[in-house]
């Protein structure tokens, strides 16, 4: 079993800044990929920010210049600077884990998901 853990969201007003975290756990032998979406109240769920294991990064349009991932080997980090009203969105962690199995080898994992809430 492989599990998603994330941290970090809360309530804070725009301009501010907060760093989200996700760890992954359980057995696997690496991470290739690791990204975070988000969905806000009545909308579909949106990539943010994405990051291979060599280090490719890409960010959607709306936050580009103002969030940063990055990752550890099994962790991904989301810094988020300036952050506006419309960014208000419970923030999944997504991984690609490879299992390193027979069976069942690749997995997609998400996160139970944090709220970020920023108010005017």
């Known amino acids: 079993q492989v599990q998603l853990v994330e941290s970090g969201g809360g309530l804070l007003q725009a301009g501010g800044s907060l760093r989200l975290s996700c760890a992954a756990s359980g057995s696997f032998l690496n991470i290739e990929y690791m990204a975070w979406y988000r969905q806000a109240s009545g909308k579909q769920r949106e990539l943010v920010a994405q990051?291979?294991?060599?280090?490719n990064i890409n960010y959607a349009d709306s936050v580009q210049g103002r969030f940063t991932i990055s990752r550890g080997e099994n962790t991904v980090y989301l810094q988020m600077n300036s952050l506006k009203p419309e960014d208000t969105a419970v923030y999944y962690c997504?991984?690609?884990?490879?299992?390193?199995?027979?069976?069942?080898?690749?997995?997609?994992?998400w996160g139970q998901g944090t709220l970020v809430t920023v108010s005017t």
């Open positions: 997504y991984a690609d884990v490879d299992r390193g199995t027979w069976t069942g080898r690749f997995l997609k994992v």
């Open positions: 990051i291979t294991s060599a280090g």
